[in-house]
């Protein structure tokens, strides 16, 4: 068979029964990147592969997972140890009491896991799954794998030698034919779906209502309606835009390593970035997602502040059509505000230069794939909400990220579109986990977008056919709601008032280059009166009024508004920290609230420091730079460790909120020296048994 052949088809059709289904479980599309990674390796061994969400085969799962020779499942673990929203109607399904120990007898499989070791649930999720798939019947066939962000190489540093090692694992346990080899690395795959130019029989018929002349751009005037229905006073409900949601959390994270650690007032983070033209406000048919209007977008530190901080308001009309009725949107301390942002004209403007699309760039086009029987049918991917009639443009304003850091399989893409030699050479470098220093170097040290790595190789010329398969969709960012109780909605009032408090992504690399978050690039750009959609996440918060906790000793049942909460946060973690104050205070709590807060400096960085003594929150704080030594939350907890003990002994709930890596660690620890501090334990490990037994809630990013 020639290499054309097997490009086609991928060989399968000549070899004996070959399928390996591939299960992911993401928030912030980690787990589903190193889906299709394995995807496109069994590809290359000529397996039949299928690759969904772990929740798309929630039903008749048994069926589904024996029919298949393998099972791989890749699973992030988020919150305290929970799976991903995409996982859990299947771990459901998987956790029911009645099902038998032989339930999954015949099932081969195997499991990667993604996780943080700041986490003290690290990889919970994987670990659970695994021990939970072997219970009822199911094999292992390779050894599973966990991954840690924490890794100097990051999720690479684990997950490359290990899909090494699968590979060579199903290469001796399901040998290929005499007269077969796995499809080389130089043979490009064909992507599983296309873009193409509309025709006018897949046109959305729809689209005729907006061609007549007396009504030249309807389909805008349609937004504009719909962003006026949206705006405080509107009577009418909102129109709902779908009937569910994938709400991957994809926070844009710091590659803390590599910014610049010297004083920031040193780096003009002015200097190179221009004023542009804001994204246009175009509502996406994004499921399960609410119109909301900005009512306020205020940076909170001073000018001169190295970092931009910003408190915005939404008032959003929380009542949505649903089947014929209404549902209404509620948030609870914990809960996230989800931003779909948007790339700048500009950006994609250069992009359709540099790949010479101009041409087509306003012409409508439609997603296509292949169904498991070879009929074509129109198909997005996973997450990408086009709206409709969409044109390239749109596409690439509203659903793809030209921004983002690039993975290596988008240079094992391009590689196959550029003419100049030297520049496939050095391509084809960093497609190979052998260079993994030079890919690292190349593109996450110095933060290098997708859109300047085109603009280095010029010879790169992308047909639009492949945009699905090469540029990763634009997922929607979730941030912590500052607000609750009353400031959530006034009473008589049908409105919710959501705020936030985000630190914009925006610093100098080594090489001296401002960079600009995407979601924080776009946020900036807010105004007050545009209307954009959002979504509301929940996700597990801490207990509230109706949550009877036990406590030690005697196991006493006490309601959660009776028991002292001790909150720790550090930086905008105030902001979860302020809607459970406030949710506490609305509801007359009678335990004590109290709060150890840390920043750098008091003047930039006490959010919502005037608040604290109208809600009766007693506070410590510790500002590392308003001091020749520096200060840091764990050292004023140990300080105070007979405040900390009484709270303890009273089963106080606490809290931790703030940025991940070194800091949830060293506050843990610092608890623990304060009960042995304060005489409560008398060594760390009866200090961590005291600790056990209080609820404990952590959000860290």
């Known amino acids: 068979m020639t290499d054309s052949q097997l490009q086609s088809n991928g060989g399968s059709s000549l070899l004996p029964k070959r399928k390996i289904l591939i299960l992911y479980g993401s928030e912030t599309g980690n787990s589903q990147d190193v889906a299709e990674d394995i995807e496109r390796l069994a590809r290359r061994l000529h397996f039949e592969t299928e690759i969904e969400e772990m929740n798309d085969v929630r039903l008749d799962i048994r069926k589904t997972l024996t029919q298949h020779t393998l099972v791989v499942f890749v699973i992030s673990t988020t919150g305290q140890g929970e799976l991903p929203k995409n996982a859990q109607q299947l771990w459901r399904c998987l956790r029911r009491k009645n099902l038998p120990p032989t339930w999954l007898s015949g099932v081969n499989f195997t499991t990667f896991g993604l996780g943080d070791s700041s986490y003290s649930q690290y990889n919970w999720a994987a670990k659970k799954l695994y021990v939970r798939l072997k219970q009822l019947g199911a094999t292992e066939f390779y050894p599973r794998g966990e991954a840690d ?10 997950y490359l030698p290990w899909s090494m090692s699968l590979r060579k694992h199903l290469l001796t346990e399901c040998p290929l034919p005499d007269g077969i080899s796995p499809i080389p690395a130089d043979i490009h795959l064909p992507p599983k779906i296309t873009l193409e130019l509309a025709t006018m029989e897949n046109l959305d018929r729809k689209a005729a209502q907006f061609s007549h002349v007396d009504n030249p751009d309807g389909e805008e005037q ?21 009937n569910h949601l994938d709400a991957d959390d994809t926070t844009q994270v710091l590659d803390r390593p590599n910014v610049l650690k010297d004083y920031p007032s040193k780096y003009s983070l002015e200097e190179d970035l221009q004023l542009s033209k804001a994204p246009p406000q175009c509502i996406l048919p994004v499921p399960e997602s609410w119109l909301a209007t900005v009512m306020s977008n205020k940076r909170v530190t001073p ?14 009309n929380p009542n949505k059509l649903k089947d014929g009725s209404d549902d209404v949107a509620i948030c609870h301390p914990g809960d996230t505000l989800t931003l779909y942002p948007k790339n700048f004209p500009e950006d994609v403007q250069a992009l359709i230069n540099l790949m010479d699309w101009n041409d087509v760039a306003d012409k409508p086009f439609v997603h296509w794939t292949q169904r498991k029987d070879g009929i074509p049918i129109e198909h997005a991917p996973k997450n990408c909400y086009p709206v409709p009639n969409t044109t390239l443009r749109q596409l690439l304003l509203n659903n793809y990220d030209i921004t983002a850091i690039p993975k290596r399989i988008f240079f094992d893409h391009i590689k196959f579109f550029a003419t100049d030699q030297m520049q496939i050479q050095r391509i084809t470098e960093f497609a190979d986990p052998a260079y993994s220093d030079e890919f690292y170097d190349y593109t996450s040290r110095p933060r290098r977008s997708v859109l300047e790595v085109l603009q280095e190789f010029s010879s790169v010329k992308i047909p639009y056919q492949w945009v699905p398969s090469i540029f990763p969709v634009m997922r929607g960012r979730e941030y912590s709601i500052a607000s609750g109780g009353s400031l959530l909605s006034t009473e008589g009032s049908h409105l919710l008032h959501v705020e936030l408090l985000v630190a914009l992504v925006k610093y100098k690399t080594v090489l001296r280059k401002t960079r600009q978050g995407l979601a924080s690039r776009y946020i900036a750009s807010l105004s007050p009166g545009n209307v954009l959609q959002v979504g509301i996440g929940e996700h597990r918060g801490p207990p509230l009024e109706s949550k009877e906790l036990h406590i030690m000793p005697a196991n006493t049942k006490v309601n959660s508004l009776d028991l002292p909460v001790l909150a720790i946060a550090t930086g905008t973690g105030i902001a979860p920290i302020r809607s459970y104050f406030c949710h506490r205070a609305f509801h007359n709590r009678q335990g004590e609230d109290v709060l150890f807060f840390g920043g750098r400096n008091r003047a930039a960085d006490f959010f919502f420091e005037e608040e604290w003594n109208r809600l009766n929150i007693r506070v410590y704080t510790a500002f590392s730079r308003d001091q020749k030594e520096k200060i840091y939350i764990q050292d004023v907890i140990r300080r105070e460790a007979a405040k900390v003990c009484d709270l303890v002994t009273k089963g106080a709930i606490i809290c931790l909120c703030g940025s991940s890596g070194k800091m949830p660690e060293a506050v843990n620890l610092a608890l623990v020296d304060a009960l042995v501090i304060g005489g409560t334990a008398k060594n760390t490990e009866e200090a961590k048994i005291i600790l056990s037994r209080n609820a404990f809630w952590q959000e860290v990013w």
């Not at 962000?149 to 684990?158: F, N, V």
């Not at 349609?222 to 779908?242: D, F, S």
């Not at 000018?303 to 959003?316: G, M, P, Y």
């Open 149 to 158: 962000e924490r890794h100097d190489e990051g999720i690479d540093g684990t």
């Open 222 to 242: 349609e937004y504009e309606l719909m962003a006026e229905r949206a705006r405080p006073g509107w009577g009418g409900h909102q129109a709902r835009l779908a």
């Open 303 to 316: 000018e001169d502040h190295w970092q931009d901080v910003r408190a915005l308001t939404f008032v959003i």
